[in-house]
């Protein structure tokens, strides 16, 4: 008896779609996981949600997670950077935090919910 083939991996769409640092944190984990599993992934931070890519905001919870062993935010994002995670920010979002695009790590990209959905194409869309 053979074994089915492996299913191809297909791509990950996360929308981040509030400022919940723990939502957030998830968002990136699922992502990780995802392209170590050999598939694609990408992260939409919509609206108010732009500001969890501030860096003095994803180093905020650095001190609890050390207490615990486990990595911060902001070392989880790098991570996802570093592993080829696309990160979108929503351009309205940049307009309601009242921030400018140069405080934000350069690899961010920048976009609405339009060009978003335009181009899914096979990826899997979750909303956290």
Do not use: H, K, N
Not at 57 to 67: F, I, L, N, Q
């Amino acid at each position: 008896m053979t074994s089915p083939p492996a299913a191809t991996p297909t791509g990950l769409t996360i929308v981040v779609a509030t400022a919940d640092g723990e939502r957030f944190r998830t968002a990136l984990m699922m992502a990780l996981a995802q392209i170590a599993l050999g598939g694609t992934a990408r992260l939409f931070l919509q609206e108010g949600a732009v500001a969890l890519l501030l860096p003095d905001e994803v180093a905020e919870d650095a001190a609890r997670y050390a207490a615990a062993g486990l990595p911060a935010r902001a070392a989880i994002f790098a991570d996802a950077l570093d592993a080829g995670v696309a990160i979108t920010a929503c351009q309205s979002g940049l307009a309601l935090i009242g921030a400018t695009a140069d405080r934000f790590d350069p690899r961010i990209e920048w976009g609405g919910m339009i060009g978003l959905l335009q181009s899914l194409d096979q990826d899997r869309l979750v909303v956290i």
